[in-house]
């Protein structure tokens, strides 16, 4: 069974920066698109970012210029670099990640992680 472990999230002031990660543990063989997605209070979920396995890159129009996404393979891990963090990226963080295959060539659609606060103060 494949489980995603994120981390990184936490309190910073406007202009600040952040990297989350997000870990996928289990018998993995390939992964097709590992993202994230953000929940801000009273709002719905929406996407963030994503990184797909042949390395292209999708960023919503509010991030982009400000958030990278990377992925490490070999590690299963993406991550989410956040540079010049305004008060309105204060969300909960998910993790997405679409296409799993496991060596028990078991295949997973869609997975979330468990989600990690971030807090952006003015």
């Known amino acids: 069974q494949v489980h995603l472990v994120e981390s990184g999230g936490g309190l910073v002031q406007a202009g600040g920066s952040l990297r989350l990660s997000c870990a996928a543990s289990?018998?993995?063989?390939?992964?097709?698109?590992m993202g994230w997605y953000r929940q801000a209070p009273g709002k719905t979920r929406e996407f963030v970012a994503h990184?797909?396995?042949?390395?292209?890159?999708k960023y919503a129009d509010s991030v982009k210029g400000r958030f990278t996404v990377s992925r490490d393979n070999a590690k299963n891990t993406v991550y989410l670099q956040m540079n010049s963090l305004e008060p309105e990226d204060t969300a909960v963080y998910y993790c997405?990640?679409?296409?799993?295959?496991?060596?028990?060539?078991?295949?997973?659609?869609?997975?979330w992680g468990q989600g990690t606060q971030v807090t952006v103060s003015s």
């Open positions: 997405n990640v679409l296409g799993v295959v496991t060596n028990n060539h078991l295949y997973e659609y869609e997975l």
């Open positions: 289990g018998s993995i063989y390939s992964i097709n698109v």
């Open positions: 990184m797909v396995s042949d390395s292209s890159t």
